[in-house]
């Protein structure tokens, strides 16, 4: 299901005129479902594929309906539009499997709406809903943990083949899965359930060489939580990459800030943005945040330097806060804007606190009576208030997003960075 999704009205129309926004929803607006591509390369031969985008609006393409099954991969804030598609299809006879994030955690909403859900990964998995299908099954829930485990380093290549000559504006390859950090918000694969792990490289390479014969020059985006976490493995990967000449953005943490060589690897790869979430400016709003180490309290202090150090090898940084955490008063806010006028990531995201289904964020929230709509998936955009925060109300966190989103994305203040990146980046590269 292609395009972002907001529904406060005023961030709408911040996003329509400040261009930091802008551009990013051109960016992000619409990717390839990297999770369908997955299953599509593990469907039992015999049968004829084809990959369709329901569009923003919500609405499925009509060929869709000559179908015999369609696979939908779920994220919390499409899911009732997903639901929708889902019901539509099957008054018209047309038998629906559903698989996911939203989903995984959900499985009993989501089987009144699909004759097939799956929890957890699906490659294992998809060939006995294609078969259940294939002899007309009564619905049921598929747990991927009855199956056997997916095994990283025999992923097929997922099928770019088949999306035909939609434009993408980037396409997606995994490098890991998982994330070993626990952070309490999280929603993203860490919710699937299994460890951390790393991709063989030549494969990673195998596919990026696919997309690159079918797309030249493509950008490619890793759809990873953490890829950076094993530094040996990491330089392994930018050596695997290095002749491919392709250029990439991922998700990583800051450790990556405490190696050289790895960060000067990425570069010549190709690396030239990382994504962090920094979560907050400072130690004091994020201790107890992660959940197993504390490592976001633990790395805080570093943050400004660590940034500076991964900018000064050329790889910009998209530093990530999360607005409206419980140790957050309006105050944090102001905190953000000094940060980053000292710092100058290249690029600055700020999102708002979110309780996904399924995460521990949710579920406390739940039991202190702080959410405001239970089951209000919509509002899963990271955009949206759905929640009373502890130090300030749900209208202050609003208006504090609107006030620093102008701030941030103004265009003065996003040359600003941007000069900041190239000078960190410059005055590594010139000779002492
Ligand atoms: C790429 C990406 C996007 C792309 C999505 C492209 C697409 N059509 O899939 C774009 C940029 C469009 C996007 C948009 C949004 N995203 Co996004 N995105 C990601 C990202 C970085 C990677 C997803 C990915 O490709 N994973 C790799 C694949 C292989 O894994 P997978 O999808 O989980 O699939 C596996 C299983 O889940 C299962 N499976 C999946 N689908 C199906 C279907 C069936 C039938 C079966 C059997 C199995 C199955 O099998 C797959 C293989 O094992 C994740 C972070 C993350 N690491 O997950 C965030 C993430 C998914 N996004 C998120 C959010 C919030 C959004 C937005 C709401 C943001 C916004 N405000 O607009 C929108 C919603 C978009 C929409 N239209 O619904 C959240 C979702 C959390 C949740 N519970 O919903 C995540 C987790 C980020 C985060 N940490 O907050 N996103
Ligand atoms: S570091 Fe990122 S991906 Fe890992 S658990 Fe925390 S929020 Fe999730």
Known sequence: MSGVRTHDKRL??????????????RVVASLPSLGLLYLAACTPAGHE?????????????????????????????QIFEAYAIADRLRRAGVKVAMGGLHVSVL????????????IGEGENVWPAVVEAAARQADPTIFRASDFEPVEISRLPMPRYDILGDRAYNRYTVQT???????CEFCASTVMLRAPYR???????ARDIAAIEKLHPQAFIEFADDNTFVAKSWGKELCRALMPLNVKWFTETDISAADDEELLDLMYRAGCRQVLIGLESPSAG???????????????????????RTIQSHGVAVSACFVLGLDRHTTDVFREIIEFVEEVDPFDVQITLLTPFPGTPLYERLLK???????RAWQLCTLFDVNYRPTRMTPQELREGIYWLGGQLYSDEATRRRRKGFFSQFRNERSPV
Request: glycine content about 6%; hydrophobic content about 40%; overall charge negative.
């Open 12 to 25: 709408l129309e911040l996003g329509l005129t400040l261009p930091g926004f802008v551009e990013r929803s």
């Open 49 to 77: 594929l084809r990959y369709f985008e329901a569009e923003s609006d919500g609405a499925e393409p009509i060929e869709v309906y000559l179908c015999d099954l369609v696979a939908i991969s779920t994220f919390s804030a």
């Open 107 to 118: 499985p009993e909403e989501a089987l009144q709406h699909a004759d097939y859900v799956v």
């Open 176 to 182: 890991t899965r998982g994330c070993p950090w626990r």
């Open 198 to 204: 790393r991709r063989p490289v030549d494969q990673v």
């Open 285 to 307: 709003a994020l201790s107890g945040l992660e959940q197993r180490a504390d490592q976001k309290a633990r790395w805080a202090p570093r943050y400004a330097e660590a940034v």
């Open 368 to 374: 202190e009576e702080r959410i405001l709509q239970p």
